[in-house]
RNA sequence: GUGGGUAUAGCGUAGUUGGUUAACGCGUCAGUUUGUGGCACUGAAGACCGUCGGUUCGAAUCCGACUAUCCACCCCA
């Protein structure tokens, strides 16, 4: 196919068709992340190229070799965003958000970008919603926000997604923790695939996390963070969890979770899922204690986490969660002739102007074309004006589901249509009520 | 960056051992007399069979390369 028209590689087009369904889940988020006590923000989809190096971390595979970055025309070096947490750091400090009450919370809808190769679950361009929550060390911080991520899944009525947590400490007590792995893995030295051999060095966390048969074989039995962390990062994991535990929220400890990004201490978690392929995790975060004054800032504690909107759809759509229909149209006004075409767009834009959705024929079509039409765009009612009507000053506005007519005046059709469907509407509620019992009481 | 699968109208598919005008369903548009949807019927539009090259009298079909896409590794949301 032509260049023209396609998207770019790892690029998705969202249709009308399946729009609506992202609406819901995105006002669904920002709703209850408002509960909460999460704003929203939003920051440039480009940064200055820096403040990834800095945040996201350089030996990172994400800055390495997964980032949009380019010169711009004032020979700057910008990159296209990879996460969120980056942006909204920097603009807490720019716009001295710390001189607000603390904690500041956060939260986003924003597109990233990660030049990768695609596959299930996994594009070039992506979309995630993410928290923020500047300014508290406290780890009931840690269970609250984990609690928000756990909210959202519920209220959306995913399921069977586990909850994985770890603490991969505070930088002191990682120290030892590097030393220890460093000399378990030498050795296994002969063994260990290139990729880990390269790791021992820059990384050896990362070895915890490779794939290959024999890696994780070894990596099986390679200590443990949690048992090198130090006594208080210790005491705060115990707390954490413990807050999860007093809000019902069943966790699994996962010493191998190794997050990515270099900014991360003391708590990370993931919700991981099984339905969707290899990228199974749907939200990652953690607690990142450094971040602030690595770019400059005072010392912030603070924690966040990113959630995958294109991979939560993908797992509701396995899951075969029920999404509310858009919003079909309220009238069709189909019109006979152009005197009447001229009042029915005169009577659809009051209509519209009062919040009503109403469509008219801008096509030319027959009455029974418009009609055919009104059906497919899943009008609740129509109503035909011809040259009889505007004579008469009479129209009936029809129901479609059930086909019954009801008379009114042309004239006041803008106004009358509002009442007419109401009143309709609660006589459906009342008849689907009939007959059921509540609390003793027959309706 | 490394593997493997796939490529036929907008979508989903058929196309027998290579053989005339590439078929079907859904969808789109129009019609089935006069101004009323769903159902049914009729018709129309829509495909250089991913691209280029090769084998052959002849290729959607066989071979090769390229491209795209999907899945997996790596890594992550």
Redesign the pocket.
């Known amino acids: ?1 032509a260049l023209l028209t ?7 087009d969202l249709l009308p068709s399946q729009s609506h369904k992202n609406q819901y889940v995105e006002n669904q988020m920002l709703e209850i992340a408002g509960n909460f006590g999460y704003k929203e923000i939003r920051t440039p989809v480009f940064e200055h190229t820096e403040l990834f190096h800095r945040s996201v971390g350089d030996t ?3 800055v390495q070799k ?1 980032m949009y970055t380019f010169t711009d025309k004032g020979d700057r070096s910008i990159t296209l965003r990879p ?1 969120g947490t980056a942006g909204a750091a920097r603009a807490f400090l720019e716009h001295g958000l710390f001189n607000e009450p603390l904690p500041q919370k956060v939260c986003y809808l924003t597109s ?1 970008y ?1 030049y ?9 361009e ?1 979309h ?1 919603f993410g928290v923020e929550c500047f300014g508290t060390a406290e780890p009931s911080a840690d269970a609250e926000i984990i609690s928000l991520a756990d909210s959202i899944f519920a209220f959306l009525g995913v399921t069977g997604l586990s909850l994985e947590i770890n603490s991969i400490g505070c930088p002191e007590c990682r120290k030892n923790y590097h030393k220890a792995l460093k000399e378990y893995f030498a050795e296994h030295k002969d063994k260990l695939c290139p ?1 880990c051999l390269d ?1 021992l060095e820059r990384n050896p966390m ?1 070895i915890l ?4 048969p024999v890696c994780s074989e070894i990596a099986a039995g390679a200590p443990v963070v949690i048992d090198y962390i130090c006594e208080d990062c210790a005491r705060h994991f115990e707390t954490v969890k413990k807050y999860l535990d007093a809000m019902n929220i069943t966790y699994r400890i996962n010493p191998r979770i ?4 270099d900014y991360y201490t003391r708590t990370v978690f ?2 991981v899922s099984e339905q969707i ?9 953690g607690r990142y204690d450094g971040l602030m004054d690595e770019l400059g800032g005072a010392k912030t504690p603070s924690l966040g ?4 909107i ?2 939560l759809l993908l797992l509701m759509e396995a899951q075969g969660v029920d999404f509310p229909e858009a919003k079909a149209c309220d009238i069709c006004i ?1 019109s ?1 002739g152009e005197n ?1 075409g001229l009042k029915a767009a005169e009577i659809a834009f009051d209509m519209r102007n009062s919040g009503i959705s109403a469509l008219t024929d801008i ?1 030319g ?5 418009q ?6 765009m899943k009008a609740r009612y ?1 109503v ?7 004579e008469s000053g009479k129209v ?1 506005v ?6 019954e007519t009801e008379e009114t005046s042309l004239e006041t059709l803008a106004e009358d249509f509002m009442s007419i469907s109401i009143r309709q509407s609660m006589d459906e509620i009342g008849t689907a009520l009939d007959g059921i019992d509540i609390n003793g009481f027959k309706i």
């Open positions: 196919m396609k998207a770019p590689k790892g690029t998705q990172t595979d994400v997964e996460e990233c990660r990768e190769k695609p596959q299930a679950g996994r594009l070039r992506f995630q990729t790791r990362r996390d490779c794939k290959s190794v997050r990515g990004l993931e919700f392929g290899a990228q199974g995790t749907v939200c990652g975060g986490f990113g959630m995958g294109e991979r189909v006979a009447a096509s079509r027959s009455v029974k074309a009609m055919k039409f009104a059906d497919k129509t035909v004006i011809g040259d009889n009507e505007l009936i029809k129901k479609m589901s059930t086909g």
